[in-house]
Each structure stands twice: as structure tokens, then as C-alpha cells.
């Protein structure tokens, strides 16, 4: 039995991959598949560091994003366009209602949100996290200002320690600055250990990076 069992989270697994990678195809927005995909395999290496259940944190790991707000017309109804796609699949009910919790309260919400309750949540949102901390985060910022129409960096908007929409539509903000408002935090809100010292390297090259700009603009060097 326990053979089938762990024959039939591999289906679902692969099934999760199939329409995570269709869902998230076409996406510009920063979470484009290949977001799902390095988070799915941090998580699969965080669980085994942390000893967390690899079904549902992977499970949330891939369908984390599904749910994003940005990508549907509420957050409501990304959670229940994930709730539908668990409900046509062989998953445990306590496994569904887990991974939905999971994906429900992961989000950053300007580091508001209280902490995660069960370790795959945390292993999760770590994953995702890391993914906002590094060289690749540096590119999907970028990626992102250019997006929704932000410059580089403007002298005249002051970096605030954290932005709140509306402050955001009055005053605007940069790509530079959003690494003070959210991206040189996160280090600090890493649940596991495992992630911890990930997270520590990569926020070194960010800060490293974030000097060595301001020095160019400065024409410093
Ligand atoms: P996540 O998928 O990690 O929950 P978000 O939906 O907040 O993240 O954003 C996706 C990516 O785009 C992240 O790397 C994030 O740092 C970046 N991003 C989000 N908002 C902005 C912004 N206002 N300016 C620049 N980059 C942003
Ligand atoms: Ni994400």
C-alpha cells in the first residue's frame, strides 16, 4: 500500500507540474514557470534538510502562485481556482485543506502577516523568499519596475523603509528603492535555518550590489 500511495503522489506531483507550467506560461509579471520551478526545487531541498512532508510542501510549492493576486481577478478566486484543481485530484482531504492554508498565508503582505504554522509552510515560504534575495532576485526587480513602468532609480523618490500602496500611487518608487522596501529585509524573515544561511550569502551580494550602483551613479568608480 504504501507503494501506491507514493505512486499516486508522484502522478499528482507531475500532474501539479503540468498545470502550474500552463498557468504560468505566458506570465512578465515575475512569476513566470521558471519562479515556480527554482521554488519547487529549493523546496524540495529544504524539506529534506528540515525533515518536512515533501508531498504537501511541494504540492504548495508549485501551485503557490496560481493563487496570486495579480494573476486573477481576486484573491479569492485564485484560491479557489487552486481549491477546484486539488478537488480533481486523488489528495488526502487534511493534505488539501494543508496545502490551501499553505498557499493562503504565505504571502508577504509587507512582512505583516503573522508567522507560518506548520514547518512545510515555513519550508515554502522560505523557497519563495530566497527566490526575492540574490542575483536572479536583482533581475526579476528589474524585470518588474520595467513592468509596471518604474525607472531604475530617481534621486527626487526617497526610499522608505516599507511602501504602502497608497504611498506607492501618490509618490511612486523605483526599482532601487523597492530593495529597501522589501528585498534587503527578507533575510530577517527566513523561518528555517537551512534557509537562513542561504539567504545570509545572497543578501551580502545584494547589499554589495546596491553600494556598488550608488557608487556608479555617483561616478565614484
Ligand atoms: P512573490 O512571488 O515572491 O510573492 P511578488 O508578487 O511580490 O513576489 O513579486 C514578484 C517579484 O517581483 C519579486 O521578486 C519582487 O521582489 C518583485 N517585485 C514586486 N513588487 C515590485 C516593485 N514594486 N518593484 C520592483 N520589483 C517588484
Ligand atoms: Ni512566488
Known amino acids: ?64 502562485d496560481v493563487a496570486d493576486e495579480k494573476l486573477n481577478d481576486s484573491k479569492e478566486i485564485g484560491l479557489q481556482r487552486v481549491r477546484d484543481w486539488l478537488v480533481s485530484q486523488p489528495v488526502a482531504v487534511e493534505d488539501r485543506g494543508h496545502v490551501i492554508e499553505i498557499i493562503s498565508t504565505m504571502s508577504y503582505n509587507a512582512g505583516l502577516n503573522p508567522p507560518m504554522r506548520t514547518l512545510e509552510g515555513q519550508v515554502v515560504q522560505d523557497a519563495d523568499r530566497l527566490d526575492a534575495i540574490g542575483s536572479i532576485a536583482i533581475a526579476r526587480c528589474f524585470l518588474y519596475a520595467g513592468k509596471i513602468g518604474d525607472p531604475i532609480y530617481d534621486p527626487a523618490i526617497k526610499p522608505r523603509d516599507s511602501i504602502t500602496k497608497e504611498q506607492y500611487r501618490n509618490e511612486g518608487s523605483t526599482a532601487i528603492n523597492h530593495f529597501y522596501e522589501k528585498l534587503l529585509k527578507l533575510k530577517d524573515r527566513i523561518n528555517t535555518p537551512s534557509a537562513k544561511i542561504i539567504a545570509e550569502e545572497r543578501h551580502r551580494f545584494m547589499e554589495q550590489y546596491v553600494q556598488q550602483f550608488h557608487a556608479e551613479w555617483d561616478g565614484l568608480i
Open 1 to 64: 500500500a504504501a507503494n501506491t500511495v507514493k505512486a499516486q503522489q508522484d502522478d499528482t506531483i507531475a500532474a501539479a507540474i503540468a498545470f502550474a507550467r500552463a498557468f504560468h506560461e505566458k506570465d512578465d509579471t515575475g512569476h513566470d514557470w521558471w519562479h515556480i520551478h527554482r521554488v519547487s526545487k529549493m523546496t524540495e531541498r529544504l524539506a529534506e534538510a528540515e525533515g518536512a512532508d515533501r508531498f504537501v510542501a511541494l504540492l504548495a510549492a508549485l501551485l503557490h
